[in-house]
């Protein structure tokens, strides 16, 4: 299985600020990387596919980057909406393996 | 707007077994790969089990392979995962989501909520 590795675990951040979060997979996965926001009590939602895709609706605040093994979820500026935690997963091969998360708290 | 909407969660004893429901609306639901994605409380998420469009071919995490069953209806549009030999560690909110052709999960249901307890 391929295993997806986020960091950091959390961090905390102001309105307005720029936010990086790293996933790295265990072998390559060439763009095979999809990224997802999740609020407490919802579904998750898809943001990013294929490593750099920005899914329909999604605001151009956020970008993905990134190729075999190391890929990045960026916040250009960071809104209220925004804080919640943040899931990379890989659709390069099955088992489908999520990353243990990030949550992006307020400061 | 597209839609999926997951039912039959509750409370099981350990052994025991559930079906859950997926019903899909508003796609073509033969065109599509679905999958089951679960996250324990406070977890984060894992995925369970998938089959296709067709129906023809289904996966299965390691966890739950022998124990879970996916098929579906395309009369009735909708995905079952059949649950047996649960366990503790089964407890989750099971969430039923599309694939898309680039293999991200595009659309999600609600989620409905399995608690296996004694």
């Known amino acids: 299985d391929i295993q997806m590795t986020q960091s950091p675990s959390s961090l905390s951040a102001s309105v307005g600020d720029r936010v990086t979060i790293t996933c790295r997979a265990s072998q390559s996965i060439s763009n095979s990387l999809n990224w997802y926001q999740q609020k407490p009590g919802k579904a998750p939602k898809l943001l990013i596919y294929?490593?750099?895709s920005l899914q329909g609706g999604v605001p151009s605040s956020f970008s993905g980057s990134g190729s075999g093994t190391d890929f990045t979820l960026t916040i250009s500026s960071l809104q209220p909406e925004d804080f919640a935690t943040y899931y990379c997963q890989q659709s390069y091969s099955t088992p489908r393996t999520f990353g243990q998360g990030t949550k992006v708290e307020m400061k | 707007e597209v839609q999926l909407l997951e039912s039959g969660g509750g409370l099981v004893q350990p052994g025991g077994s559930l079906r859950l429901s997926c019903a899909v609306s508003?796609?073509?639901?033969?065109?599509?790969?679905l999958s089951w994605v679960r996250q324990a409380p406070g977890k984060g998420l894992e995925w369970v089990s998938a089959?296709?469009?067709?129906?023809?071919?289904?996966f299965y995490a390691d966890s739950v392979r022998g124990r879970f069953t996916i098929s579906k209806d395309n009369s009735k549009n909708t995905v079952f995962l059949q649950m047996s030999s649960l366990r503790a560690e089964d407890t989750a909110v099971y969430y039923c989501?599309?694939?898309?052709?680039?293999?991200?999960?595009?659309?999600w249901g609600q989620g409905t909520m399995v608690t296996v307890s004694s």
């Open positions: 508003r796609f073509i639901f033969s065109s599509f790969d």
């Open positions: 294929a490593a750099s």
């Open positions: 989501a599309r694939r898309t052709s680039l293999a991200a999960f595009d659309i």
């Open positions: 089959i296709s469009g067709s129906g023809g071919r289904t």
